[in-house]
């Protein structure tokens, strides 16, 4: 069986591209006792896969070049020599881009094809819906009546900050970058308030318009200019979440800003930053949580998923140009059962 693998051909400097990534062709080796095979379906492209294409030390280890680029995938089981993972079950794994895998099974989770679409467990059933539902809950703490600020919030992550933070009763205003995505955060989820970045000429004035009352809570994605606007409009006691902050992920210097210490020591405001990894412990009531609100219709979804193995770099690189709404995705494959 012929097998295609994507490997980080080197080390981006700056925005990564297409040379960045070579693709390779083997033939998948017979399977030993305890192991399964695995069929790709569906793939997670996403903006933290940038630092680890880096060798700077990070609170994950980068890719090693010549070796395959690893992330977030829903495989089905196709062939089975563990007793375990019988032939046709789905997992969730951390899994190289291939489209086939031998893997041991260990830390795979399994899932129930019949609940929920599949491509959800790497969306807002997956990191990202965990990453919004701690950053938001445990750091922002919202209460009812605040004023809650999402930049990239048209994002897999920024969607479902948002729907929970009007879910607890608040104000919420996103921050995205085209017109098409604010009448999306404000007409099909609720948002009270969005901001395109890109067309507004002053950020400043922007975001003091669309918060009135101050910002409360400050869900980042982003870091830059969008930040340095909501920082100005902070209110006592404020809480900020640092989630990403792609505005520098392909800066080849140190970038300069605002000195954001006097701010947060006016306003006696805490600015954090957070892993999803370090509420590990609860994943499980945090899953249940988010499964909830999805069957019961509070929370909406959309994904943005492109076609084809071949295109699992070309949609990574899309991440950056903000070409995708809500969760980029590449279906790599059907399933056989």
Same mark, same amino acid.
């Given at each position: 069986?012929?097998?295609?693998?994507?490997?980080?051909?080197?080390?981006?400097?700056?925005?990564?591209?297409?040379?960045?990534?070579?693709?390779?062709?083997?033939?998948?080796?017979?399977?030993?006792?305890?192991?399964? %095979?695995?069929?790709?379906?569906?793939?997670?492209?996403?903006?933290?896969?940038?630092?680890?294409?880096?060798?700077?030390?990070?609170?994950?280890?980068?890719?090693?070049?010549?070796?395959?680029?690893?992330?977030?995938?829903?495989?089905? *089981?196709?062939?089975?020599?563990?007793?375990? %993972?019988?032939?046709?079950? *789905?997992?969730?794994?951390?899994?190289?881009?291939?489209?086939?895998?031998?893997?041991?099974?260990?830390?795979?989770?399994?899932?129930?094809?019949?609940?929920?679409?599949?491509?959800?467990?790497?969306?807002?059933?997956?990191?990202?819906?965990?990453?919004?539902?701690?950053?938001?809950?445990?750091?922002?703490?919202?209460?009812?009546?605040?004023?809650?600020?999402?930049?990239?919030?048209?994002?897999?992550?920024?969607?479902?900050?948002?729907?929970?933070?009007?879910?607890?009763? +608040?104000?919420?205003?996103? *921050?995205?970058?085209?017109?098409?995505?604010?009448?999306?955060?404000?007409?099909?989820?609720?948002?009270?308030?969005?901001?395109?970045?890109?067309?507004?000429?002053?950020?400043?004035?922007?975001?003091?318009?669309? +918060?009135?009352?101050?910002?409360?809570?400050?869900?980042?994605?982003?870091?830059?200019?969008?930040?340095?606007?909501?920082?100005?409009?902070?209110?006592?006691?404020?809480?900020?979440?640092? +989630?990403?902050?792609?505005?520098?992920?392909?800066?080849?210097?140190?970038?300069?800003?605002?000195?954001?210490?006097?701010?947060? %020591?006016?306003?006696?405001?805490?600015?954090?930053?957070?892993?999803?990894?370090?509420?590990?412990?609860?994943?499980?009531?945090?899953?249940?949580?988010?499964?909830?609100?999805?069957?019961?219709?509070?929370?909406?979804?959309?994904?943005?998923?492109?076609?084809?193995?071949?295109?699992?770099?070309?949609?990574?690189?899309?991440?950056?140009?903000?070409?995708?709404?809500?969760?980029?995705?590449?279906?790599?494959?059907?399933?056989?059962?």
């Amino acid at each position: 069986m012929k097998n295609k693998t994507i490997l980080l051909a080197n080390r981006p400097t700056g925005m990564p591209a297409q040379e960045n990534f070579r693709f390779e062709e083997h033939q998948v080796p017979e399977l030993q006792e305890g192991q399964v %095979l695995l069929k790709s379906l569906y793939v997670s492209v996403d903006p933290y896969m940038r630092g680890r294409m880096s060798d700077a030390e990070s609170y994950v280890a980068p890719y090693a070049v010549g070796e395959p680029v690893t992330g977030g995938v829903v495989a089905e *089981v196709v062939q089975s020599r563990n007793e375990g %993972l019988p032939k046709g079950t *789905v997992v969730l794994g951390n899994l190289p881009w291939q489209q086939y895998s031998i893997h041991s099974g260990k830390g795979l989770s399994t899932i129930n094809p019949d609940i929920t679409p599949l491509s959800y467990h790497l969306g807002i059933l997956g990191m990202p819906g965990l990453t919004a539902y701690f950053g938001l809950l445990y750091i922002g703490e919202p209460k009812p009546g605040e004023t809650v600020v999402v930049s990239g919030a048209a994002g897999a992550v920024g969607t479902v900050v948002g729907q929970i933070a009007k879910l607890k009763g +608040c104000r919420v205003v996103g *921050v995205a970058g085209s017109d098409e995505k604010v009448a999306y955060l404000k007409e099909e989820l609720g948002f009270d308030e969005a901001i395109n970045y890109k067309s507004t000429g002053n950020m400043n004035q922007a975001m003091a318009a669309a +918060c009135p009352d101050g910002v409360d809570v400050y869900f980042d994605n982003v870091g830059g200019e969008i930040s340095d606007a909501v920082y100005l409009a902070l209110n006592k006691f404020a809480r900020i979440a640092i +989630c990403g902050q792609i505005a520098y992920y392909n800066h080849t210097s140190v970038p300069s800003g605002m000195r954001v210490e006097p701010i947060l %020591l006016k306003k006696s405001a805490l600015m954090k930053g957070f892993i999803v990894s370090d509420y590990a412990k609860d994943f499980d009531r945090a899953a249940k949580d988010l499964a909830g609100w999805v069957q019961e219709g509070k929370l909406q979804y959309q994904e943005t998923i492109t076609e084809g193995f071949d295109n699992i770099p070309k949609a990574f690189l899309g991440l950056f140009t903000g070409q995708n709404t809500g969760k980029q995705l590449v279906k790599v494959a059907e399933r056989e059962v």
